[in-house]
């Protein structure tokens, strides 16, 4: 079974400074997601990236892939309020024998900003 | 396009009751899922389904059923809803290629479901 671990699960961050999500995976994947969801709303895609040393970027937030380390990070650049929110990272891999694809996803970092 | 949409949107059940879930979509994904989603955790794949009239179980089946009848549509039901359930519940569809479900999916609204 797939264990995907984000850190920190809770941060708290001034406006206008830099800080990384960690989302660390426990088996072979080339495919990893994140969501960003708001409180009591659904959850929004962010970035899709799919294959290793894939970096993709928007607005503030960056992201990353290493599949060798099997590492994702989401580096937030000069945080303000309106990125509050939970982010969510999931990997995803193809069952055993089987063409589907499952999406796992990590429990979700709380970010809050504050000015 | 709608998207995903979900009905209901809230829910309270009393313990031993039945429900069921609608989840539409109209992008023609050949894949939809339904998730459960609880305090400090994520997302957990409760049942999927690859196709009209295919269904199949994922990590937290037990207590549910569901089915696939067009493929637009995924219904979720609880048969005799326990406290346990109360959770909220997400729909999510995406494209079906060669190569299995590797494409992003897309989210429904949520339904928040309380059993007292």
């Known amino acids: 079974e797939l264990k995907v671990e984000q850190n920190p699960l809770f941060l708290s961050m001034q406006e206008g400074k830099n800080y990384t999500i960690y989302c660390n995976y426990s088996?072979?994947?080339?495919?990893l997601y994140w969501y960003r969801q708001d409180p009591g709303k659904s959850l929004e895609s962010l970035f899709v990236l799919l294959s290793n040393g894939a970096v993709k970027q928007e607005g503030r937030l960056m992201a990353s892939l290493d599949t060798k380390a099997r590492l994702s990070t989401l580096h937030i650049t000069a945080a303000v309020h309106d990125l509050s929110a939970t982010y969510f990272c999931?990997?995803?891999?193809?069952?055993?024998?089987?063409?589907?694809?499952?999406?796992?996803f990590g429990r979700g970092t709380q970010l809050t900003v504050w000015p | 396009n709608a998207g995903v949409t979900q009905t209901p949107k809230f829910r309270v059940l009393k313990t031993g009751q039945s429900m069921t879930l609608l989840c539409a979509q109209d992008?023609?994904?050949?894949?939809m899922y339904w998730y459960r989603q609880d305090p400090g955790m994520g997302l957990r794949l409760i049942h999927y389904?690859?196709?009209?009239?295919?269904?199949a179980k994922g990590e937290v089946p037990d207590g549910y059923n569901v089915s696939r009848l067009k493929k637009q549509n995924f219904l979720l039901g609880l048969e005799s809803a326990a406290p346990s359930q109360t959770s909220v519940y997400f729909c999510?569809?995406?494209?079906?290629?060669?190569?299995?479900?590797?494409?992003?999916?897309?989210f429904g609204p949520g339904t928040r479901l309380t059993v007292l």
């Open positions: 088996t072979t994947s080339d495919r």
């Open positions: 999510a569809s995406s494209y079906g290629v060669s190569g299995g479900s590797y494409n992003e999916q897309f």
């Open positions: 999931a990997v995803a891999r193809r069952n055993r024998g089987s063409t589907l694809g499952r999406l796992y």
């Open positions: 389904s690859v196709g009209e009239g295919t269904t």
């Open positions: 992008m023609n994904h050949e894949y």
